[in-house]
């Protein structure tokens, strides 16, 4: 058998449908799989220009295509085509053969069908979608879980304290009364409800004889109470999604002229959260009883406040809350 006849076999006998056509676009050899994925019969179609086997709606796609293999040079490129009738998919990958001078002597088109392949990726991509809204849902559950125990530690805490029993739920609403009123509903609102509640939580490391202290603290006590923003970013710390929380929490006790604690930030570099909470908190702090002293009256929190305009507090914000205070709508 000559090597030509055994090349023809080799080509009839391909998985993938395959057309070559010369320069002129016209159909030199198609192979069975081609005859029969393309629906072009061969006997009518050899010798034919490739454009007049397509339909006319498809006619134009298919003169850019081989234009574009002709025109910039390139060796191959691919086409996905879609077979609506038989619910097939199939890659079309057209390529240019050249002889020895680069220059291109006919053009092929091989065409393979993916379908099968196309039904396994999709499968995988639901699979993989199913997967990762069960990991988002596992995720919040155990996001809700670690805030549930985190609530506790807070109970755990007041319940040390308890002049301080109720402060961060208190400090919680009196936060959320004012973003709603200031900012509507937004991010920061979720967002400052849980640093609300949990802004004191570091407070389970401090000792409780400083804690429980009637009267006040020594300066070395108050160094020691100075860390409990630290602690509680270090408890807070293995939630990754809770970044602008930590930082509300966090940063709660600096001073709008920076000389305030942890980290001495001033003026806008405190988050916004903490520059609320900072509010709300000297507002239930004076509101409320402590054990050195009776519960002061609204008036008191709201010249606490207006005295320290600038200083402790941010002005904008700070005279907004006044604001809400002596409008009823806090306090």
Avoid at 89 to 114: E, F, G, P, S
């Amino acid at each position: 058998m000559e090597s030509r006849e055994i090349l023809k076999l080799v080509l009839e006998q391909l998985p993938d449908g395959l057309i070559i056509f010369d320069l002129n676009d016209d159909i030199i050899f198609a192979n069975t799989m081609a005859e029969k994925i393309r629906h072009i019969p061969r006997n009518e179609n050899i010798g034919q220009n490739l454009l007049n086997c397509h339909p006319e709606y498809s006619m134009e796609k298919m003169k850019r295509a081989l234009n574009y293999l002709k025109k910039e040079k390139i060796d191959d490129f691919h086409r996905m085509i879609v077979d609506k009738e038989n619910n097939k998919i199939y890659m079309n990958t057209y390529k240019a053969i050249r002889d020895a001078n680069k220059k291109i002597a006919a053009t092929i088109v091989v065409t393979r069908d993916i379908t099968e392949k196309q039904v396994i990726e999709q499968d995988q991509l639901k699979n993989n979608q199913i997967l990762q809204e069960q990991v988002l849902d596992l995720t919040d559950k155990l996001n809700i879980l670690f805030l549930s125990s985190l609530t506790c530690i807070v109970n755990t805490v007041e319940f040390k304290d308890p002049y301080t029993k109720g402060h961060s739920l208190r400090v919680t609403d009196i936060s959320k009364t004012f973003v709603e009123q200031t900012y509507g509903q937004t991010q920061l609102l979720s967002e400052i409800e849980i640093a609300g509640k949990l802004h004191d939580v570091g407070k389970i490391g401090i000792r409780d004889s400083i804690l429980n202290k009637p009267g006040r603290l020594t300066p070395e006590e108050y160094e020691q109470m100075k860390l409990h923003p630290v602690i509680t970013e270090q408890i807070l710390s293995p939630m990754a999604k809770l970044k602008n929380i930590i930082a509300t929490a966090k940063h709660h006790h600096e001073r709008f002229d920076g000389k305030g604690y942890p980290d001495g930030l001033k003026g806008e570099e405190i988050p916004l959260g903490a520059r609320i909470l900072a509010l709300a908190d000297t507002y239930d702090a004076v509101t409320s009883a402590r054990p050195y002293r009776q519960a002061l009256p609204r008036e008191r929190a709201i010249s606490e406040i207006k005295n320290n305009l600038g200083t402790h507090y941010d002005p904008e914000l700070g005279n907004k809350f006044i604001d809400l205070v002596n409008s009823g709508t806090i306090g």
